[in-house]
């Protein structure tokens, strides 16, 4: 732990929207998380124009009185969403490293330590995610992402292969890398987009709480946000893969571990909305496109597209179309 001290400062940032319900125990998490061996940590919190309590209680909690924190408070005047809010933060934030919490989670106790720990490891590494404690109602699970940075990039084909929930960022990527002003898949873009210069990567172990309600961004707006296709269009196009088609799309978003359907939802009829002739086109496609262009590694992309096409294979037997399986292959 003793080179963590050579760190000057860990700034943590906090967007805060109608969180009432969820943001004592979220930031008792924060005094909880181990920070004892980094020192005093900057903390910014934002409060993104809500409409509860949130700001009275963003300015009585006990963490204001935390030695171990500096805090900044500040309020927006109009809703500006979680992106914005996390760009907002950044600009006024002091430290060599940047982590990101959503105010309606929960940090685990070694969150800040192992991904720190990774910086100081690798002096190329850029931003860092980690594996999910997903908390919905009567199923909870574990959202486990690949950790070295070639597997994380042909997952971002797919899909976000870093939560913003559980970023941390090296400020210096930000010269090269700023973040994304989206709603809606800003820590996806941003990753995918940072990888061009740093390297990314993940922590095995689960390093949030991430609780799935009906008042996020993701689950309100909807998935499908015309922001989620905007991304896959960027991340084809840099493939090689120029103005795909909304067919072509709609069939990228079914073979998707998720944003373009609800979290957890059954595959029972994925067999309906993916005919296999033109998934193999598709799957021929992609790899084609990659083959000229070496975005990813063919390798690693062969087999995810593999990956994907056992689950496909599975789905089209009768006997299992009716079976609940969640959507993560």
């Not at 910014?44 to 409409?51: H, I, P």
């Not at 980690?130 to 950790?147: D, H, I, K, T, Y």
């Not at 090296?170 to 061009?196: C, N, Q, T, Y």
């Not at 390093?207 to 707006?221: A, C, F, P």
């Amino acid at each position: 732990m003793s080179e963590l001290n050579k760190l000057t400062t860990l700034s943590i940032v906090v967007p805060c929207y109608n969180v009432e319900n969820y943001l004592y125990a979220s930031l008792n998490s924060l005094r909880e998380a181990c920070l004892d061996s980094i020192g005093v940590v900057d903390l910014v919190l934002v409060d993104d124009a809500s409409q509860d309590n949130t700001l009275e209680l963003l300015r009585r909690h006990p963490i204001q009185h935390d030695p171990r924190f500096s805090i900044q408070l500040i309020s927006l005047d109009k809703n500006v969403g979680p992106g914005v809010s996390r760009r907002i933060a950044i600009e006024h934030s002091r430290g060599d490293f940047i982590a990101f919490h959503d105010a309606d989670d929960i940090a685990l106790e070694m969150r800040f330590i192992y991904q720190l720990q990774s910086f100081i490891s690798d002096s190329k590494l850029g931003m860092i995610g980690g594996s999910l404690l997903m908390a919905r109602e009567n199923a909870p699970f574990v959202q486990v992402f690949p950790c070295n940075h070639e597997a994380l990039l042909v997952e971002s084909i797919f899909c976000c292969p870093i939560w913003g929930c559980a970023t941390m960022l090296r400020r210096s990527s930000l010269i090269d890398v700023p973040p994304p002003e989206l709603r809606i898949g800003e820590d996806w873009l941003h990753a995918f987009r940072l990888a061009k210069h740093w390297r990314i990567g993940s922590i095995a172990q689960p390093v949030v709480k991430h609780l799935i309600h009906s008042g996020q961004t993701m689950q309100s707006e909807g998935a499908t946000n015309h922001a989620v296709f905007n991304v896959w269009r960027e991340v084809l196009s840099a493939l090689g893969i120029h103005d795909p088609t909304m067919d072509q799309l709609a069939l990228h978003a079914a073979v998707s571990p998720y944003w373009s359907y609800p979290l957890g939802s059954p595959m029972s009829n994925l067999h309906e909305r993916v005919n296999m002739k033109n998934w193999q086109a598709w799957r021929s496609t992609i790899f084609s496109a990659n083959d000229k262009t070496r975005i990813v590694s063919p390798v690693l992309l062969q087999e995810r597209l593999d990956r994907i096409d056992l689950v496909l294979q599975v789905v089209q037997q009768p006997f299992v179309r009716h079976l609940p399986v969640r959507r993560n292959f």
